[in-house]
C-alpha cells in the first residue's frame, strides 16, 4: 500500500444486497442490512488508507419504484443505522454530508439526516457523502434551477461568469461557476468510481462528476466488499494512465 496512489476522492455504487439475500433465501431486505454492516466497517478504513473524500450511492431517485415493502424497510433501516452512523462518525473524526433531494424523505428521516451533517460538521477526517433521493440528471435539474432564480435575484457570484460581471450576454456561465450550485459544490469529483456486483453502467450516478473518473468493476457483491477489495480496486487503478483528454 505504501507504494500505490491512493485517490483523494472514491465514488461507489453499492449494488448486488439483493441479489446477495436471494443467493442464501433470504428476503431482499437481509441483504440490505447485510449491506448496511459492510458500509459501517468500510468508513473507517477508507479514511485510515488515505481516502479523503468517499461517497456512496445509498438510494436513487429511482429506487422510489421498488415495492413499497422494500422501501418502507429500506426507510427503517437508515432509521436504525443513523445513530449508529453518528457513533461511528464521532469514533473515527468523520464528517458526513448528504447529497440529493432530501424533500422526499418523511420528517424524521430529514431530521437524521440534518443531524448527522451538524454533529459531525467540525470534524476534520474523511469526508463521507451519502447519496439518498439522488440521480444525476436530478442534481444537474436541480442546479439549472438554483442557478436561474440566483440570476433572477442578482445573486451570481462574479466568478461564476467569464467576465466577472455577473451576467449575461457579457459574459458566458463557467462550467466551475454551474459546478457550485450543484449538491457536490466544494467536494473534487471522484477519481475513482467502484460498481459491486459486475454491473456495467454508472446508473445515474454522478453524471456531471464522472467526467474523467475512472471505473472499476468488481464481481464482489456489495455485503461482501471489504477493505482488502478496496485496495484491490485501487490497486487496478493505479494501472492506469489518467490522461483527461490529453496525450
Known sequence: MDEMNIPASVAIIMDGNGRWAKK???PRSF???EGCKALEALIPEAGRIGIKYLTVYAFSTENWKRSQEEVSALMDLFRYYAGRLLKKAEENNVRITFIGDRTRFPEDIVASIEKLETKTSGNTGLRFVVAANYGGRDEIR???VRFAEAYAAGNIPEECISDGTGRFPEGELTEAGFASFLDTAG???PDLIIRTSGELRLSNFLT???A???IVITDRLWPDFNAEELLRCIEEYNGRN???GGV
Open 31 to 33: 441483504g440490505h442490512k
Open 242 to 244: 489518467r490522461r483527461f
Open 24 to 26: 442464501r433465501g433470504l
Open 208 to 210: 456531471w462528476q464522472s
Open 187 to 189: 467536494i473534487p469529483d
Open 212 to 214: 474523467y473518473s475512472e
Open 142 to 144: 436541480r442546479a439549472a
